[in-house]
């Protein structure tokens, strides 16, 4: 379902947060970040982008900072029922961590882990 030609998967999400290097509790709290909530996320081959709703302005990941790609039950000082996608990406000095969730679709998911992984060339 994505709306143009150059994306490869797009979904509504739920965003866990993006934390500090692997310790769940530090939350990053810089370029508007810090709020848990409902939005857009999609690929493209040079890069993710995050829109949370009522924003208008996406968040950027370039796929070149992507090393590491996990999946677990918390973070960012929350716990999930469901799976969340855990992306590990670089910006300066920093190694931060980004998490979202598709409420009840887990083949989505599971999407998402395949196309990553082909973009990214990482593994899980």
């Known amino acids: 379902m994505p709306k143009n030609r150059k994306e490869l998967i797009r979904s509504k999400v739920y965003y866990s947060g993006t934390s500090i290097g692997n310790s769940f509790w530090r939350r990053y709290k810089d370029e508007d970040l810090y709020e848990r909530g409902y939005g857009e996320l999609w690929l493209t081959r040079n890069a993710l982008y995050f829109r949370r709703y ?66 990214a060339k990482v593994r899980f």
């Open 54 to 119: 009522l924003t208008m302005t996406p968040f950027e990941i370039p796929i070149k900072t992507i090393f590491k790609i996990t999946m677990g039950h918390a973070h960012a000082g929350k716990i999930s029922i469901v799976p969340v996608m855990k992306i590990h990406w670089s910006r300066g000095d920093k190694e931060l961590v980004f998490g979202f969730s598709i409420p009840h679709k887990l083949e989505e998911l599971l999407q998402w882990q395949r196309k990553l992984q082909k973009v």
